[in-house]
């Protein structure tokens, strides 16, 4: 881990957002996220949005803002299903490949360049009916009590939550090892980041990366369903899945 004394959040904002502005293309090229197929097939959903359809609901003329939307595959995704997206995300570089599927797909989705904590700032307060956010996305964020304030911030009354991620004891374990399970990071949020130095990325790609250094924290189920209620909201579902 970094020692929280010589790292700030801004620190970690700057190094995180410089390796998805660097990683945004070879994505968006990868076959693993399938641009082309979007553009080729109308119905074409990501494999994401299509796990979570059983538990998503009717979207038809849903107001729905995706929060750390990346690339836009799930946002494009979810407007196809009837709601009217927006999509948030702090690499410019994640944005443009994001309006560049949107169009090809015959997608009306509006993207939005900020943070998530700044997005009550660069959003309408109170006005949507659901907050998404999907895999990978609230290890980058240091203060999962700050992100629900925001969550609650952005929902009208009446409005819900949808949130699909990795269980965090994934992130707590040492992937290294194969003949048995050893916690090797911290299960609980903890203020100092842990570090990683990962010239790869996860998809398919022949791309060799530079900025390669990233900072992350965990946040353990508890503090996370306490995060939500505590912010004002009432879980209503909870599943876990291999």
Same mark, same amino acid.
């Given at each position: 881990?970094? *020692?929280?004394?010589?790292?700030?959040? /801004?620190?970690?904002?700057?190094?995180?957002?410089?390796?998805? *502005?660097?990683?945004?293309?070879?994505?968006?090229?990868?076959?693993?996220?399938? #641009?082309?197929? #979007?553009?080729?097939?109308?119905?074409?959903?990501?494999?994401?949005?299509?796990?979570?359809?059983?538990?998503?609901?009717?979207?038809?003329?849903?107001?729905?803002?995706?929060?750390?939307? &990346?690339?836009?595959? *799930?946002?494009?995704?979810?407007?196809?299903?009837?709601?009217?997206?927006?999509?948030?995300?702090?690499?410019?570089?994640?944005?443009?490949?994001?309006?560049?599927?949107?169009?090809?797909?015959?997608?009306?989705? *509006? #993207?939005?360049?900020?943070?998530?904590?700044?997005?009550?700032?660069?959003?309408?307060?109170?006005?949507?009916?659901?907050?998404?956010?999907? +895999?990978?996305?609230?290890?980058?964020?240091?203060?999962?009590?700050?992100?629900?304030?925001?969550?609650?911030?952005?929902?009208?009354?009446?409005?819900?939550?949808?949130?699909?991620?990795? &269980?965090?004891?994934?992130?707590?374990?040492?992937?290294? /090892? %194969?003949?048995?399970?050893?916690?090797?990071?911290?299960?609980?949020?903890?203020?100092?980041?842990? @570090? #990683?130095?990962?010239? %790869?990325?996860?998809? @398919? %790609?022949?791309?060799?990366?530079?900025?390669?250094?990233?900072?992350?924290?965990?946040?353990?189920?508890?503090?996370?369903?306490?995060?939500?209620?505590?912010?004002? +909201? /009432?879980?209503?579902?909870?599943?876990? &899945?291999?």
């Amino acid at each position: 881990m970094c *020692d929280r004394s010589a790292v700030t959040d /801004q620190t970690s904002y700057e190094l995180n957002r410089a390796s998805w *502005d660097e990683r945004a293309p070879a994505h968006a090229a990868s076959p693993d996220y399938g #641009f082309a197929r #979007f553009a080729a097939d109308p119905e074409h959903l990501s494999s994401t949005v299509t796990f979570d359809l059983p538990r998503l609901g009717d979207l038809a003329g849903v107001r729905g803002v995706h929060l750390q939307c &990346h690339i836009g595959t *799930d946002t494009v995704s979810l407007a196809r299903l009837g709601a009217r997206m927006t999509g948030l995300d702090f690499s410019a570089a994640s944005l443009a490949e994001a309006r560049r599927l949107a169009t090809a797909a015959g997608a009306e989705v *509006d #993207f939005v360049e900020a943070a998530v904590y700044d997005a009550l700032d660069v959003l309408e307060p109170g006005a949507y009916d659901l907050v998404y956010t999907g +895999l990978g996305a609230i290890c980058w964020l240091p203060d999962i009590r700050r992100w629900a304030k925001v969550v609650t911030g952005l929902l009208r009354p009446g409005g819900r939550l949808f949130i699909r991620e990795g &269980h965090p004891m994934l992130w707590a374990i040492d992937e290294e /090892q %194969t003949g048995a399970l050893v916690v090797d990071y911290p299960y609980f949020e903890r203020p100092e980041p842990v @570090e #990683f130095d990962d010239p %790869t990325t996860y998809v @398919e %790609t022949d791309v060799v990366f530079e900025v390669n250094r990233t900072h992350s924290w965990n946040h353990g189920l508890g503090e996370i369903i306490t995060a939500v209620m505590d912010a004002g +909201l /009432q879980v209503t579902a909870f599943e876990e &899945h291999d």
